[in-house]
């Protein structure tokens, strides 16, 4: 089984969340746990953790620093944040299609998408297997690229924590407007 059980956060998460303004606001989408949020919090930002269970993350440590929204986002209700806007977005091991429109308009201007879930070939590693849970070659990659300059991309084989394939994306929504990307 392939899954992070580590209270550290994700290496590709941590990499590209300086680029998000010191006192800015994140949106943890699909929280679990709240690995992330917490780390966010520690850092200063401003944190709202949504998941449709967030009785891990309740119990946490700084849990009262982070505002909690529970919500079943694969229900067909509307997206529960109505037309709030987030200086970064992060997505880590979740993937339901049909958010991309919903978490891409939460992006405030200048906003960054950090993203990273399982793609098709995983199923070797372990779980998730399910095809519906398991990006296509370039899907994450396309459901960017209208509306966000793409940072950095990658789609393949991560051997650590443990052997998983993954397409992992950082992306600013920005228009190009010639000048390098704010690495």
């Known amino acids: 089984m392939n899954t992070h059980k580590s209270e ?12 998000v303004k010191s006192d800015g606001t994140f949106l943890d989408v699909a929280c679990g746990n ?3 949020a ?13 998941d449709r269970d967030i009785s891990a993350i309740r ?5 009262d620093s982070i505002e909690l929204i529970e919500a079943d986002l694969e229900d067909g ?9 987030f200086d970064g977005i992060i997505v880590s091991n979740y993937l339901y299609r049909p958010l991309f429109p919903a978490i891409i ?7 960054i998408l950090i993203y990273e879930t399982f ?9 998730p297997s399910n095809p519906n849970f398991l990006l296509k070659p370039g899907e994450l990659l396309s459901a960017c690229s209208d509306e966000l300059r793409v940072i950095a991309y990658e789609d393949g084989l991560l051997k650590t924590p443990s052997p998983a394939v993954k397409q992992r994306i950082c992306a600013i929504k ?3 407007d010639g000048l390098p990307s704010p690495l």
């Open 8 to 19: 550290e956060p994700l290496d590709w998460i941590a990499r590209f969340v300086p680029l």
């Open 34 to 36: 709240g690995r992330h």
């Open 38 to 50: 917490r780390y966010l919090i520690n850092l200063g930002y401003q944190v709202t953790a949504m």
């Open 59 to 63: 119990k946490s440590k700084n849990a």
């Open 77 to 85: 209700s509307p997206w529960p944040l109505g037309s709030r806007k």
């Open 105 to 111: 308009d939460a992006l405030d201007d200048d906003g």
């Open 119 to 127: 793609s098709l070939g995983n199923e070797k590693y372990g779980r």
């Open 174 to 176: 920005s228009p190009f």
